[in-house]
């Protein structure tokens, strides 16, 4: 099976802790503090690898971690940091939180390299918490935890016109013969099993994305055939070439087959049924145009195939939609389809089709209940923030981001912590110290 979705589970590094030492020197009675600091966690990346063109990878190997950050040492020595790990996935590939099926980052578009998890921060060594009070301080900061996240990967194809249609209309048949595609053709069903795509050149210098996609049938929108594996990879297309088989070769009315498919459309993204979509009354080579028979009035009856045409462009020509006759096989009416299409695609928004981010990983993670305490260090004077939750929830944000920053004083106001230092007195400008970092206070 074509693999254009995985599981897997990603962490980022642990930040290394910070160290607690002090100098020993010969003839040096009492040495200051020397502990060195944690080295940072490594973080993980998205890259886009433009020769990829399956997610299969991550079908064998499903974890995959970042180096954790060194511990630091005596004599003032940093911990190595982690090793980054940049995950490689084909264009189009859309990251997705496992449980809650939010989008974290569509990869495609200018969208080439995405960091998801940054690694933990290395804590500070104890020689950034000597003092004036405190020469010989026996704290330092542990490294911020590593963060893990379970992803749903899905690669959803970018082109700009998307080929539907029932199993073996001749979609494929179509591709080949007007772009540098080699999709396999047979005469069976679901010949195609994975999308492939093809670059159109018109003369005249215009020249877009073709996709096609395997065979549709009824019940593909609830998972029927292979059902969501194809409609996903056309929901990016802008246009539609819809094609059917006007010969009625295999037996079935066409008009039915724009039925069923229309109907799976809809079921499956109301959204779809909204683009343009152009009929390719496909196979009209096999249509004889010699009668099968006479009336007894003299007028001549023809194969259904014969009629089939005209009754295509009968019912849905007043319902706006453009319907051409052509072989793909003899390419007969396909330099006009083709035009057609770009004219089309002319008129459109030029910028893909981008899904939005709905999960931040740097703000969407479990805030726990564990407690906290807030006080007042008169030595210092500075108001002092620490507790487990908030060490934890510290460890996972990122303060350097602007957005990070935001979420962080909101979860110090959300959770009632800017009110206790009110109550203590905090007036504008004094200090704040949470683990080693040092905020002047703002309304
Ligand atoms: N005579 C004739 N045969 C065609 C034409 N187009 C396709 N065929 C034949 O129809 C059969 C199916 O063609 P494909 O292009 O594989 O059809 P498909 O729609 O891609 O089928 P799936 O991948 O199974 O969905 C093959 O035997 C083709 O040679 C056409 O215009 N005329
Ligand atoms: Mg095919």
Redesign the pocket.
Known sequence: MFADRAQIYIRSGKGGDGHVSFRREKYVPDGGPDGGDGGDGGSVFFVVDEGMNTLSDYRHIRKYKAGDGEDGGKRNCRGKNGEDIYLKVPKGTVIKELTSGKVIADMSGDNKEYRILKGGRGGNGNQHYATSTMQAPKYAQPGQPARELNLFLELKVIADVG?I????????????SCSNAK???????????SPHLGVVDLSGGSSFVMA?I??IIEGASEGVGLGFDFLRHIERTKVFIH?V?A?G?EGRDPIEDIETIHNELKKYNPELLKRPIIIAA?????ISDEPVDIKDDGEFVYSEGYYNVQRIKDKYEPLGFKVFP?????KQGVNELLYHVSSVLDTLDKTPVVFEQEYDPEVNFPVSDEPYTVSFDHSENEYVVEGPRIEKMLGYTNLDSEKGFAFFQNFLKDNGILDELEALGIKEGDTVRIYGFSFEYLK
């Not at 249609?165 to 080949?176: A, D, E, I, M, W």
């Open positions: 080929l249609g029932f199993p073996n209309v001749g979609k494929s048949t179509l591709l080949s999709p396999e053709i047979a005469n069976y069903h679901f010949t195609t099993l096609d395997p065979g094609v088989d010969s070769s496909n196979k009209i080579d096999i052509i072989s793909s096989y003899t």
